[in-house]
């Protein structure tokens, strides 16, 4: 894992540790087995708020950072707890938002379909809640400010590899300059993202001075994987698969 110091705003640098996805050369595009029935109103939403958000983040700077993400130290004694919800709206560079934007596009329409909208934002922001809470437990005395949507997406995820195992993903696969789209099962795909976030949590969990916050996208997971059947609206996806 490589740690660093993120830049926001114009003044002095502040470690952060970030919710950050990353797939190596394998970028998620969407799901090639199905279409939603619906517009996915609430994915688009939050990928607006989350743009929005990042842009209050540039203009407010290193003191709106300091305000609105998740410290462990200032949460675990009582304190700050609606960062909890705020940092799952913030990230930490444009490369972070971006992938994590990416990843919410690729799984998040199926998954609201298969939910319904109501249920869907529900399910996103207890996903992100219980992830952002997994992250702060682990480094309760850490005064490092954490941020980032990928524990919510984190959730989305796991409920897609339980909901739509079998369906393929659309993917764009790069090696230095060359491209090309690739059709991956969602369970070997997703399965591996897992694996290699619970490899990365066991190895840095002591690590406190910054990086990526693999015990949130954990937990963020496993929240997802074991609730999505109640959140599921068992009607629509009975309709989904009379349609297909």
């Given at each position: 894992?490589?740690?660093?110091?993120?830049?926001?705003?114009?003044?002095?640098?502040?470690?952060?540790?970030?919710?950050?996805?990353?797939?190596?050369?394998?970028?998620?595009?969407?799901?090639?087995?199905?279409?939603?029935?619906?517009?996915?109103?609430?994915?688009?939403?939050?990928?607006v708020v989350n743009s929005l958000v990042f842009f209050?983040?540039?203009?407010?700077?290193?003191?709106?950072?300091?305000?609105?993400?998740?410290?462990?130290?200032?949460?675990?004694?009582g304190h700050q707890w609606i960062t909890l919800l705020?940092?799952?709206?913030?990230?930490?560079?444009?490369?972070?938002?971006?992938?994590?934007?990416?990843?919410?596009?690729?799984?998040?329409?199926?998954?609201?379909?298969?939910?319904?909208?109501?249920?869907?934002?529900?399910?996103?922001?207890?996903?992100?809640?219980?992830?952002?809470?997994?992250?702060?437990?682990?480094?309760?005395g850490s005064t490092i400010p954490n941020l980032g949507?990928?524990?919510?997406?984190?959730?989305?995820?796991?409920?897609?590899?339980?909901?739509?195992?079998?369906?393929?993903?659309?993917?764009?696969?790069?090696?230095?300059?060359?491209?090309?789209?690739?059709?991956?099962?969602?369970?070997?795909?997703?399965?591996?993202?897992?694996?290699?976030?619970?490899?990365?949590?066991?190895?840095?969990?002591?690590?406190?001075?910054?990086?990526?916050?693999?015990?949130?996208?954990?937990?963020?997971?496993?929240?997802?994987?074991?609730?999505?059947?109640?959140?599921?609206?068992?009607?629509?996806?009975?309709?989904?698969?009379?349609?297909?």
């Amino acid at each position: 894992m490589v740690l660093f110091a993120a830049r926001i705003g114009r003044s002095q640098l502040l470690s952060l540790r970030i919710e950050e996805d990353e797939m190596g050369g394998l970028i998620p595009l969407g799901d090639a087995s199905r279409r939603p029935l619906r517009k996915p109103a609430v994915t688009i939403l939050l990928i607006v708020v989350n743009s929005l958000v990042f842009f209050m983040e540039l203009s407010g700077g290193d003191a709106f950072v300091a305000r609105w993400s998740a410290i462990p130290a200032q949460i675990m004694s009582g304190h700050q707890w609606i960062t909890l919800l705020t940092s799952m709206f913030m990230h930490g560079s444009w490369m972070h938002i971006i992938g994590n934007m990416i990843f919410l596009w690729a799984f998040g329409p199926e998954i609201e379909d298969a939910m319904g909208r109501g249920r869907y934002l529900v399910f996103y922001l207890a996903g992100g809640l219980v992830a952002m809470f997994a992250q702060v437990a682990v480094n309760a005395g850490s005064t490092i400010p954490n941020l980032g949507a990928s524990g919510a997406i984190a959730a989305v995820m796991g409920a897609f590899l339980v909901t739509y195992p079998r369906d393929r993903i659309r993917a764009l696969l790069f090696i230095f300059i060359f491209f090309q789209v690739t059709f991956i099962p969602a369970a070997l795909l997703i399965g591996f993202w897992f694996l290699t976030q619970l490899f990365n949590a066991g190895s840095i969990a002591s690590v406190q001075t910054g990086g990526v916050a693999y015990l949130a996208h954990v937990g963020g997971f496993i929240f997802g994987a074991v609730t999505a059947r109640l959140f599921e609206d068992r009607r629509r996806l009975a309709l989904q698969r009379d349609l297909g």
